[in-house]
């Protein structure tokens, strides 16, 4: 057995359900934008305007709220999509991940740009 297998079945009796494994996707991002918020928010930094420091009215909750958004629509797209191809094509290979891949990123390219998230910007490139 691989290292990067794991002890969960794809396929079989005792395989997750595609909605079990979305849900999962989706906490998962919550989860992500809950800790990129801690790491990555500017709110503490002032921003300048007419040449003197002011602070940035920003909401800690809402911006933790949109990035856990964006992160659990990103991961419950991925989940859903990969499971959908390993139950069509019933087979566990890179193709499932690939796909999933392919439909996350169309998520994340989905949101406008004046509502850019953070994760956008390396789709962007």
Request: hydrophobic share 50%; net charge positive; proline share 6%.
């Amino acid at each position: 057995m691989s290292i990067f297998s794991s002890d969960v079945p794809v396929a079989g009796p005792y395989a997750p359900s595609c909605a079990s494994r979305t849900a999962d996707g989706a906490l998962r991002g919550v989860l992500v934008g809950w800790c990129w918020t801690a790491a990555f928010r500017d709110d503490a930094s002032p921003a300048m305007h007419d040449g003197r420091a002011v602070a940035k009215p920003t909401s800690l909750a809402r911006l933790t709220m949109k990035n856990s958004a964006g992160f659990a629509a990103f991961l419950g797209a991925f989940a859903a999509a990969t499971c959908f191809c390993e139950r069509t094509r019933r087979a566990d290979d890179a193709w499932n991940k690939v796909f999933g891949g392919a439909v996350a990123g169309a998520v994340a390219r989905a949101v406008p740009a004046a509502d850019a998230r953070p994760y956008t910007y390396a789709v962007d490139a």
